[in-house]
């Protein structure tokens, strides 16, 4: 039988929504999918919408959304409350903000290092395991 609108088994789901089956089954769990009714003596089955819904989750959360956040999404997403959205948005895009300059800090800080690693040539001390000490001793 071909897969049709509300047909997919949970395997074919998967599939089609390019998550695994405990994916599914985990956000059943969480309350970002709903968990269809079970005939009498059948299988579960799903649709397109399901799949759009779950293709919706891990673009969120691509976006760096949590789950919780995409929940909020996801109960917001009649389009009428898009200062709401922009509000979750707006956050999160904060965080990547802060998230970037630590980056830039590590990345500046391990630039130094390996440059101190590449020109300490006479030194029994690598510059980078001492720096690291020294770091564990200050925390």
């Known amino acids: 039988m071909a897969d049709t609108p509300d047909t997919l088994t949970i395997g074919a789901f998967a599939k089609a929504a390019e998550v695994n089956v405990e994916t599914i089954r985990f956000y059943q769990r969480k309350g970002l999918l709903p968990e269809p009714d079970r005939p009498i003596g059948g299988i579960r089955r799903y649709g397109p919408a399901d799949v759009d819904r779950v293709r919706f989750v891990k673009s969120a959360q691509r976006l760096g959304f949590n789950l919780d956040e995409v929940a909020q999404l996801l109960r917001l997403e009649d389009g009428t409350h898009c200062h709401e959205a922009a509000d979750l948005a707006a956050a999160r895009l904060k965080d990547v903000r802060l ?30 395991i001492a720096s690291l000490h020294r770091r564990t001793a200050a925390d």
């Open 99 to 128: 998230r970037l300059a630590d980056l830039k800090r590590m990345e500046s800080a391990l630039s130094r290092l390996v440059t101190a690693c590449s020109s300490s040539q006479d030194h029994v001390t690598c510059p980078l």
